[in-house]
């Protein structure tokens, strides 16, 4: 039972340092740092509703600076308060699964009932960084 434990975990120590950024991604195990895809945020937009609640909009453009076809991770949206605390978060889906090299793709998210007090977005490609 202990060679099956250490033969699992030496497998999964092997994906983890020597699997391609893709097949990460694919789990759901890719960061931020495994892709070589640009984010530019265009446009961001908070506003009050007639109801009360809060809108924010957010628009940009994923790019792919390469020469080679690469896959397109979610989008992580994050609103923090000015001491850095997390106020609301939320996944922006991808606008393509690939992006051909020298592409890019637009984004666009809404969201309503949005927590007063965040004072700063971050857009980041992959999983969140809390």
Do not use: C
């Amino acid at each position: 039972m202990l060679l099956g434990l250490l033969l699992i975990g030496a497998l999964a120590a092997a994906f983890w340092f020597l699997a391609p950024p893709q097949w990460k991604q694919r789990l759901g195990i890719g960061t931020a740092a495994d892709t070589p895809l640009q984010l530019m945020m265009t446009h961001s937009d908070r506003q009050k509703l007639a109801s009360g609640n809060e809108l924010l909009a957010v628009s940009g453009r994923v790019i792919n600076p390469t020469d080679e076809r690469q896959d397109v991770p979610p989008i992580q949206a994050q609103l923090r308060s000015r001491d850095g605390d997390l106020v609301y978060s939320w996944t922006i889906a991808p606008p393509a699964r690939t992006l051909p090299p020298r592409a890019s793709a637009t984004f666009n998210s809404a969201e309503v009932n949005v927590p007063s007090g965040g004072d700063e977005l971050t857009i980041t490609l992959g999983n969140p960084k809390t």
